[in-house]
């Protein structure tokens, strides 16, 4: 069974004092009669829960910094609530992730294409090609590793290419 109400208590003296005047305060803050009227329950739970009400020297401005207080974190809350909202709809505007099976299959196939027209080079061609496209090694430095000069490597790297480029339009 529970207790009868004493109202004398310094709780149920805060709450006839003041409740109306707080929640008409947090209604217009809020602009939502339902959310002030939450945030002046939770005030007065929060208040009720101290040890001594009878020690605070100015309890109506405590009970507006309380109420101050929770409305900060429910703005808090909803902003992440809003956030979290946002994200999401964001994250749904981005492509996947995942590759699209067909775009894999296709790359695939001119890795392929490019690998065998790579293959398909002359030796000294392809050696020079590879050591530009794929060692990044410079014109200079495969002159002078190979003992040819940078006008022959040019040669080499835009025949590479010209062969490449021909095959892989060729299949598509």
Do not use: W
Not at 64 to 92: G, M, P, S
């Amino acid at each position: 069974m529970s207790k009868p109400l004493n109202l004398s208590s310094p709780m149920s003296e805060l709450v006839h004092d003041y409740y109306e005047e707080l929640l008409s305060f947090l209604t217009i803050r809020l602009r939502s009669r339902d959310q002030a009227t939450d945030v002046t329950q939770e005030t007065f739970l929060r208040i009720a829960s101290l040890a001594s009400l009878r020690s605070l020297q100015n309890p109506r401005a405590f009970l507006y910094k309380t109420a101050i207080n929770i409305t900060i974190d429910l703005f808090r809350r909803q902003k992440k609530q809003t956030l979290r909202l946002v994200d999401l709809e964001e994250a749904q505007a981005f492509p996947s992730v995942h590759p699209d099976p067909e775009r894999t299959l296709a790359g695939k196939e001119d890795i392929h294409r490019l690998s065998q027209a790579i293959a398909d080079l002359p030796p000294k061609c392809r050696h020079v090609f590879l050591l530009h496209k794929v060692k990044g090694k410079s014109h200079r430095e495969i002159a002078e590793g190979l003992g040819i000069s940078r006008n022959m490597v040019e040669k080499h790297i835009m025949k590479g290419l010209a062969y490449c480029r021909q095959r892989l339009e060729e299949n598509t």
